[in-house]
């Protein structure tokens, strides 16, 4: 089994988890050995899920303007949550190849592997929901339609990303790219950085 095979299969089976409860509060119950690649993929869709929801909530023309702040904080919280997942995974990489050969004329890719696998894991959620339209019985044909259109680019979207990421990896292990990660430096969330923080002071 390819490694997007595998976060594919994971990915599917976190969403069908988080949609038996459909609670933004349901605890996870990650099934996996908290050491293992599997956890973090699992943990990763997981963040990416309760947040699709928040972002669905929060756009609830009557929310509560206190409760949509409330909710804009744990956006923000879960962003960062999903950012730290992603340097896991990508340390995951570093760590699997730090003994490849790099070729004298190997090159670097537009993004880190796990990058890649952060938009293999909203496409999944985005395949999801799509198919829920498709599946409606209280909308139109028309909308119907659309949205099957729209399902079909999504699922060729997923078999080419996945491609994509499977030949990085590859061309990282036979040591034709490299990888070199660059750490977020999100300033809005460092008092020192974000202006309208550190002048409150």
């Known amino acids: 089994m390819s490694f997007t095979e595998t976060c594919n299969q994971i990915f599917k089976q976190v969403i069908r988890d988080y949609h038996e409860k459909d609670n933004v509060d349901a605890p996870i119950s990650n099934p996996y ?11 990763k ?17 009557h929310i ?13 919280r879960s962003n960062q949550d999903r950012t ?6 990508d340390s995951y990489f570093r760590q699997k190849y ?12 537009t993004e880190s592997p796990a990058w890649a696998v952060d938009r293999l894991s909203i496409l999944a959620l985005k395949i999801y929901h799509m198919r ?23 699922l060729q979207q ?18 034709k790219k490299y990888m070199k990660v660059y750490r977020q430096m999100k300033m809005y969330n460092d008092p020192s950085t974000n202006p309208v923080l550190y002048q409150k002071k």
Not at 66 to 75: E, G, P, V
Not at 98 to 109: E, F, H, K, R
Not at 132 to 154: F, G, M, P, W, Y
Not at 158 to 175: H, K, P
């Open 33 to 43: 050995d908290r050491d293992s690649i599997e956890n973090r993929l699992y943990l």
């Open 45 to 61: 869709c997981w963040i990416d899920t309760v947040q699709w929801h928040l972002e669905d909530i929060i756009r609830d023309p």
């Open 64 to 76: 509560d303007p206190n409760n949509a702040l409330a909710l804009k904080r744990r956006i923000d």
């Open 84 to 89: 730290d997942l992603v340097e896991q995974i």
């Open 98 to 109: 730090s003994d490849v050969n790099v070729l004298p004329d190997a090159t670097i890719n």
């Open 132 to 154: 829920e339209q498709v599946e409606r019985t209280d909308a139109s044909q028309d909308h119907i339609n659309r949205c099957k259109e729209k399902l079909n680019i999504l």
């Open 158 to 175: 997923q078999v080419d990303l996945s491609t994509a990421i499977d030949q990085l990896l590859d061309d990282i292990a036979a040591g």
